[in-house]
């Protein structure tokens, strides 16, 4: 069957430290992943897209990489704060060509000052 | 939240009802997805849409019908409400197909049926 799996729940971290958040992927042939935030009562909310070709992706404190051997990406934020504190969801666009979003669970992320 | 609204944001309705939520775009985005977010299975799509009366079936359509008649309203319509549809419910919008593009999500909508 097709499973989205993100490493944990949940993953606490110390101020100042790189938080590192895996996704592993079984059963999809994704052409597309992407990596979103979502805050408890909100939606989620876009921060990185990653193309197979692509082996990684910076946005300021922010790295995702993509491995299709591995079928895994990580995603890493460095220097982090407690602002960084979330729930973190990747998400991937099968290569079949539905227009469809597929999710994992997430991460909820917390930055401990 | 990028000029996405979704109404009611909390309905409380009883089994066998029916429920209609709207999401409205000001942003002339294409297309339009419902998605319902579950404790322990993420985020599944119900619905989407690609265009004015251009709808499809996601992974969870069963039980739900989806109407878009404007650029900029996109209603889901549960026929007749069940427990199992108890459920945060998010309206999205994406400029192109989701291979090139993100998607921008409203607030949510808390559905509870009882």
């Known amino acids: 069957s097709q499973k989205i799996e993100q490493n944990s729940e949940a993953l606490n971290i110390q101020e100042g430290k790189t938080a590192t958040l895996t996704c592993n992927y079984t059963?999809?042939?994704?052409?597309?992943l992407q990596w979103y935030r979502q805050d408890p009562g909100r939606g989620p909310v876009f921060l990185l897209l990653?193309?197979?070709?692509?082996k990684e992706k910076r946005k300021e404190r922010l790295k995702v990489t993509f491995d299709t051997t591995l079928k895994q990406s990580l995603f890493h934020i460095t220097a982090s704060q407690p602002a960084d504190s979330a729930t973190y969801l990747c998400?991937?666009?099968?290569?079949?060509?539905?227009?469809?979003?597929?999710f994992g669970t997430g991460t909820r992320l917390t930055v401990i000052p | 939240d990028a000029g996405i609204t979704q109404s009611p944001r909390h309905k409380v309705t009883e089994t066998g009802t029916p429920v209609t939520l709207r999401c409205h775009q000001t942003?002339?985005?294409?297309?339009m997805y419902w998605y319902r977010q579950d404790p322990g299975h993420g985020l599944r799509l119900i619905h989407y849409?690609?265009?004015?009366?251009?709808?499809d079936k996601g992974e969870v359509s069963d039980g739900y019908s989806v109407s878009r008649s404007k650029t900029e309203d996109f209603l889901l319509t549960l026929e007749s409400a069940t427990s199992s549809q108890t459920s945060v419910y998010f309206c999205?919008?994406?400029?192109?197909?989701?291979?090139?593009?993100?998607?921008?999500f409203g607030q949510g909508t808390r559905l509870t049926v009882v």
């Open positions: 999205a919008i994406s400029e192109s197909i989701l291979a090139n593009t993100e998607a921008f």
């Open positions: 059963n999809y042939s994704p052409a597309y």
């Open positions: 990653i193309r197979e070709n692509e």
């Open positions: 998400a991937l666009v099968d290569q079949t060509g539905a227009n469809n979003l597929f």
């Open positions: 942003e002339n985005h294409r297309y």
């Open positions: 849409s690609y265009g004015v009366k251009d709808t």
